[in-house]
């Protein structure tokens, strides 16, 4: 049903502290991470059996004066549901994937509410 979807620009950053620093929440979060590239980090905790799985993927790349930043954060199962709290299906684990991606996005220094656009 969608995925959540957040774009934006950290000034003085680069890529490599965007991916540390995704890292670094799914680690915290107990989340294991799948893959990881010199520009990308996708990261999932649960199982599509029992409790879904909430998943978000990080993709940076260095700009001039920055770092661009790429998103996306998702409950997954027999359904995929984006991060929206508000949303009426999946109501817990789209709260929990919403939960992942707000820490992820506060720890980058950004506001989640402001960055995040749901589909």
């Known amino acids: 049903m969608g995925r959540s979807l957040a774009d934006f620009m950290l000034p003085g ?16 979060l107990g989340m294991k991470v799948e893959m990881t590239s010199m520009i990308q980090l996708k990261a999932r905790r649960g199982s599509i059996w029992w409790t879904g799985t909430r998943n978000f993927v990080v993709t940076a790349q260095d700009v001039l004066g920055g770092a661009s930043v790429h998103i ?12 929206d709290p508000s949303g009426i299906f999946g109501l817990i684990p789209r ?8 820490t992820l996005a506060s720890r980058l220094g950004v506001i989640p509410e402001q960055v995040f656009r749901h589909s």
Not at 13 to 28: D, Q, T
Not at 72 to 83: D, P, T
């Open 72 to 83: 996306e954060a998702w409950a997954g199962g027999l359904a995929e549901f984006s991060a």
């Open 13 to 28: 950053r680069n890529k490599e502290w965007v991916l540390a620093v995704a890292s670094g929440v799914a680690s915290e």
């Open 95 to 102: 709260r929990d994937a919403w939960r992942v991606a707000s």
